[in-house]
């Protein structure tokens, strides 16, 4: 069969056409940018941070033996792993001292997690900065006049305990 001049033309047309069009799709891309900001915390637990602790004679003393006194707990929770170094220091060097003036009343030590700290001994810790809270406690050292009510200024011996916290 012989097809006429015409259809042959617009069926080559088509043909053309239709392989120009395909030949040729649209296309695009884009970029992407994922970020994040890692920001490192670590932050004290339990009942002894940031807590303030009044005693009198009768707590701290047996007459004139020093009693071990517990202050609350205290452990770190943290989003870093590994380990982080305490550190201890007091406004007063480990003394109680008279707010008014200025006479100190006794030594004293910090216990925490088994490790001593006090003047003659403030040795830097390492734990872990995920730890569940422990007993800190505290504890005159050696004899005082504190056993002795009369001896005594009356008035507020106080310190200021810092514990400084720091990522490895």
């Known amino acids: 069969m012989k097809l006429n001049k015409p259809l042959n033309t617009a069926i080559a047309l088509l ?12 296309s695009d891309n884009t970029e992407i ?6 920001a490192p915390y670590v932050n004290f637990t339990g009942t002894a941070p940031g807590a303030s602790r009044f005693y009198d004679n009768g707590d701290v003393l047996n007459f004139i033996f020093p009693v071990q006194v517990n202050l609350g707990t205290m452990g770190l929770a943290s989003n870093v792993s590994g380990d982080c170094d305490l550190d201890f220091s ?23 997690r088994t490790v001593t700290f006090e003047e003659t001994s403030n040795p830097q810790l390492s734990i872990p900065c995920n730890t569940n809270p422990t007993d800190l406690d505290f504890i005159l050292v050696g004899w005082s006049l504190a056993g002795f009510d009369a001896f005594i200024p009356a008035g507020i011996y106080r310190d200021v305990v810092t514990v400084t916290v720091t990522t490895q």
Request: proline share 0%; hydrophobic share 35%.
């Open 33 to 38: 940018t994922l970020s994040h900001t890692y």
């Open 15 to 26: 043909l053309t056409v239709s392989a120009f069009s395909t030949a040729h799709a649209a």
């Open 90 to 112: 007091t406004q007063n060097n480990f003394k109680l001292r008279h707010t008014v003036n200025n006479d100190d009343l006794a030594n004293y030590r910090i216990i925490y």
